[in-house]
C-alpha cells in the first residue's frame, strides 16, 4: 500500500481535507480553527481552503459549541469539533454525556448523533492544573459514545476517518505530546480502522503492557529497557476505549501470563482500572501474578517541570511495575 | 391568518373551530395524562400544558409543519401533538409502552417524532436551547429557508448555556425564534425571585434580536403575532426573541401536590379568569360563529377522543427486556451489564 511519513499532525489535518472534499455534510467547529489556524495548528490552511461556512470559528463557550454540533448532527450534518483541549470538555458534559450520548436511546433510534469530539488530551509540557486532563476515561464511562485514542499517524488516519462516518457520536482524543510525531500513513483515503479493534504494537511473550494513546510509546521505550534484562514484553495498542477489544487484550495475556495497564490519567478508577479488572475477571485462571497499573499520580498537574514529570507515567515506572512481577 | 377571513374575524370559522379542537384536545389529553399517572400508568415526572395551550395551537399553525424544526423542554406533549404525530403513540410513550414515539425508552419529557419534525422533548433546563442553534445552524448551512421553534421554560432563560445560544444564533443570523413560555414560575420559583429583571423580552435585545413580549392567553392575538414573525424570521433570516406571558393552571409536575407553597389560590382564580378556552369560546359566542350546543358537542367529541387514545395506548404491550440494549449505538449494543 502506497504510504507517506506524515506527523501525527500532519495527518490529523489531512484526513480532515480528505473528509471535507469527500462530504458536503463534514464541517469543522471550534475555538480559533479558522483565522487563527488552530491552537495545535491542526487546522492550519483550512479556512482559507473552505471558508467560514465548513471551518467555523466560534466564540469561547464549549456547551453551546457542542450543541450546536449536536443539533446540526440530529439533522445529518456531520460535525467535527475541536476542543481547544480536552480538559475545556468539562464544560460541556453536559452537552455530551446528558444530551449528544443519549439521543439515539432516548429517541427510540429515530435520530442519530453523526458527531466527532477532537482536540488534544493529556499533559502538554507545563501547562499546569487546569490544561492537562486526560478525559478519556471519563467518556468511556458512558454508554451511547465511542472513545478512540490513536497512538501513530497511521491509526489516527484510519480511526478518525471511521469516526468522521460514524453514526454515533464519537471522543477524539490526541495526546499534545504526540503531534510530532511521525510515522507511514496510508495514501488511501478510504482507509478506515474499525472501532474495537486492538492492535499489537511489539510481540513478546513474557508480559503483556496494555496502554492507548502516547503511553504507548512510553511501554515501546520500556520493552526496549527490559530486553536488556532478557525480558520478552508485548506491547497491545488498545486504540479504542469504547468499544473495547478486549479479545485481543485477552489472548496476550493468555500468552503471555502477566499484564500490566499504563495510563496517564489519574490512576484511581480511571480507564486502565476498568481494563485491569476485566482482565482480573476473565483471565483469572491465566493470571501468574496480579495485574498492576501504572498511572498518572492522583494530584492536580503541577506546573513546574520538575514535578509534572513525577506526575506523568514514564518509562522507568513502567520497567519498575514489570520488575515487581 | 386565515385566507378568506371576513375583515372582523380574527380567523376563519374553520380554523376558529380547529384551534377550539386543539385546545381542547391538549386540554383532555392532558388531564387523561394525570389520570394515567393517578393510575400508576405513567410514571416518572410528568408536566401538563394546561392553561398554555395556545402557545402550541398558535406557534404550530403558523409554520410548516413537518418542514419548520420545533424542540422544546419537558412539557413536551402538546407540541406532540398538535404537530400530527400520532396521539395513541404520544400517550404510549408517556405509559412506557412499545407503541410510543420511543417504544417507552423516552417518556413524557422526552417526546421525538422526526416525521414529523420535533426534536424533542428535553429535561435538563436550558439544554435544548443549544440544540436548538444547532437546527437552526444546519438549516443554514445547507440553504435551506427552515425556521427553528426553541420553546424555553421563563426558569430556563436564566441558564449559562441559552445566552451562549442566544450569543450564537445572533452572531451568526440564525433563522430560530426563542419562545419564552412565561408561565411565571421556576418550578416553584417566582419569576421575581429568580430573574434579575423579570422582562425576559429584553434578553434577546443584547444579541441584535428582535425581541417582544406578547400575550399568551388568547389565541387569536397569538396566532397573528406568530404568523407575523414566522415571516419575518423566515424572510430576513434572521433569530427572533418572544416572551409570551401565560400560566400554568397545574403544578409544575404531578409530583407538586401543594401549589400553596409558592401561589395563592386567589392568584390562580385570577389567572384563569383568562382561561384560553373560555375566550376562544367568548369569542365564537360573540361573533355567532358557534352556538354553546356545537362547543359542547365538539367537546363531548374530544374527550371521546381522548377515552378512545388511552384505551389504544394502555393496549399497547410493554417492551421486552432485551429491548434494553437496543438503541444505544446506531450499529452495535453496548458492553451486557453483569
Not at chain 2, 260 to 276: F, N, S
Not at chain 2, 280 to 298: F, G, P, V
Request: proline share 5%; with cysteine; hydrophobic share 40%.
Amino acid at each position: 500500500m502506497a504510504a507517506n511519513t506524515l506527523t501525527y499532525r500532519d495527518t490529523i489535518r489531512q484526513t480532515l481535507i480528505e473528509e471535507l472534499d469527500r462530504d458536503e455534510n463534514v464541517f469543522l467547529i471550534g475555538e480559533d480553527i479558522g483565522r487563527y489556524q488552530g491552537t495545535f495548528r491542526v487546522t492550519a490552511g483550512l479556512f482559507d481552503r473552505y471558508g467560514a461556512r465548513r471551518v467555523v470559528d466560534t466564540p469561547i463557550t464549549e456547551p453551546a459549541i457542542v450543541g450546536f454540533a449536536t443539533g446540526a448532527a440530529m439533522t445529518g450534518l456531520r460535525p467535527v469539533v475541536e476542543m481547544m483541549t480536552m480538559s475545556f470538555s468539562i464544560l460541556a458534559l453536559d452537552q455530551i454525556i446528558n444530551h449528544a450520548a443519549k439521543i439515539h436511546y432516548m429517541t427510540g433510534g429515530q435520530m442519530s448523533v453523526p458527531i466527532v469530539i477532537r482536540g488534544p488530551g493529556g499533559a502538554a509540557n507545563q501547562l499546569s492544573a487546569q490544561h492537562s486532563h486526560s478525559m478519556e476515561g471519563w467518556y468511556a464511562h458512558v454508554p451511547g459514545l465511542k472513545v478512540v485514542a490513536p497512538s501513530t499517524p497511521e491509526c489516527a488516519k484510519g480511526l478518525l476517518k471511521r469516526a468522521i462516518r460514524d453514526n454515533d457520536p464519537v471522543i477524539f482524543t490526541e495526546n499534545p505530546g504526540l503531534y510530532g510525531v511521525k510515522g507511514d500513513v496510508p495514501e488511501d483515503p478510504d482507509f478506515t480502522i474499525p472501532f474495537g479493534v486492538a492492535r499489537i504494537a511489539k510481540e513478546g511473550k513474557d508480559v503483556s503492557l496494555i496502554a492507548y494513546s502516547r503511553m504507548v510509546h512510553v511501554c515501546l521505550a520500556a520493552a526496549e529497557a527490559l530486553a536488556k534484562d532478557g525480558i520478552d514484553v508485548e506491547v497491545v495498542d488498545v486504540r479504542c476505549l469504547l468499544p473495547l477489544d478486549t479479545e485481543t487484550i485477552y489472548s496476550s495475556v493468555r500468552k503471555t501470563h502477566r499484564a500490566v495497564v499504563v495510563y496517564e490519567d489519574w490512576r484511581s478508577g480511571g480507564f486502565g482500572a476498568e481494563i485491569a479488572s476485566r482482565v482480573s475477571e476473565d483471565c483469572f485462571d491465566d493470571l501468574d501474578a496480579p495485574v498492576l497499573r501504572v498511572g498518572g499520580l492522583n494530584t492536580p498537574m503541577p506546573y513546574t517541570r520538575v514535578l509534572e514529570l513525577e506526575c506523568i507515567p514514564n518509562e522507568r515506572d513502567v520497567v519498575a511495575a514489570v520488575q515487581k512481577l | 391568518m386565515a385566507k378568506q377571513a371576513e375583515p372582523k374575524l380574527a380567523a376563519s370559522p374553520a380554523d376558529l373551530e380547529q384551534y377550539y379542537r386543539e385546545m381542547l384536545l391538549i386540554r383532555h389529553f392532558e388531564e387523561k395524562c394525570n389520570f394515567a399517572y393517578r393510575q400508576g400508568k405513567a410514571g416518572g415526572y410528568l408536566h401538563v400544558y394546561i392553561g398554555m395551550e395556545p402557545l402550541c395551537v398558535a406557534w404550530l399553525n403558523a409554520i410548516r409543519k413537518g418542514y419548520d424544526y420545533v424542540i422544546t423542554a419537558y412539557r413536551d406533549h402538546g407540541h406532540a401533538l398538535i404537530l400530527g404525530s400520532d396521539p395513541v403513540s404520544v400517550m404510549a410513550e408517556i405509559m412506557g409502552r412499545s407503541g410510543g414515539l420511543s417504544r417507552g425508552k423516552g417518556g413524557s419529557m422526552h417526546l421525538y417524532d422526526l416525521k414529523h419534525q420535533l426534536y424533542g422533548g428535553w429535561g435538563i433546563v436550558g439544554g435544548h436551547t443549544a440544540l436548538g442553534g444547532g437546527l437552526a445552524l444546519a438549516a443554514k448551512y445547507r440553504g435551506e429557508d427552515r425556521v427553528t421553534l426553541c420553546y424555553l421554560g421563563d426558569g430556563a432563560a436564566n441558564a449559562g448555556v441559552f445566552f451562549e445560544t442566544l450569543n450564537m444564533c445572533g452572531l451568526w443570523d440564525l433563522p430560530i425564534i426563542f419562545i419564552i413560555e412565561n408561565n411565571e414560575f421556576a418550578m416553584g420559583t417566582r419569576l421575581e425571585y429568580h430573574a434579575a429583571d423579570p422582562e425576559l423580552w429584553k434578553r434577546g435585545v443584547p444579541f441584535g434580536m428582535k425581541s417582544e413580549r406578547i400575550d399568551g392567553m388568547d389565541v387569536l392575538s397569538m396566532k397573528a403575532e406568530a404568523d407575523r414573525i414566522v415571516d419575518y424570521v423566515r424572510r430576513e433570516q434572521k433569530p427572533a426573541f418572544v416572551e409570551v406571558m401565560t400560566y400554568r393552571f397545574a403544578g409544575h409536575g404531578s409530583a407538586d401536590n401543594d401549589r400553596q407553597l409558592y401561589r395563592t389560590k386567589e392568584e390562580e382564580a385570577h389567572a384563569m379568569l383568562r382561561d384560553p378556552i373560555k375566550l376562544l369560546e367568548q369569542y365564537m359566542r360573540d361573533h355567532q360563529i358557534m352556538t354553546d350546543e356545537k362547543m359542547e358537542a365538539i367537546e363531548e367529541d374530544i374527550i371521546k377522543e381522548v377515552d378512545h387514545i388511552y384505551e389504544q395506548a394502555d393496549a399497547s404491550p410493554l417492551p421486552g427486556a432485551e429491548e434494553v440494549y437496543q438503541n444505544v449505538y446506531s450499529d452495535m449494543e453496548p458492553e451486557r451489564g453483569h
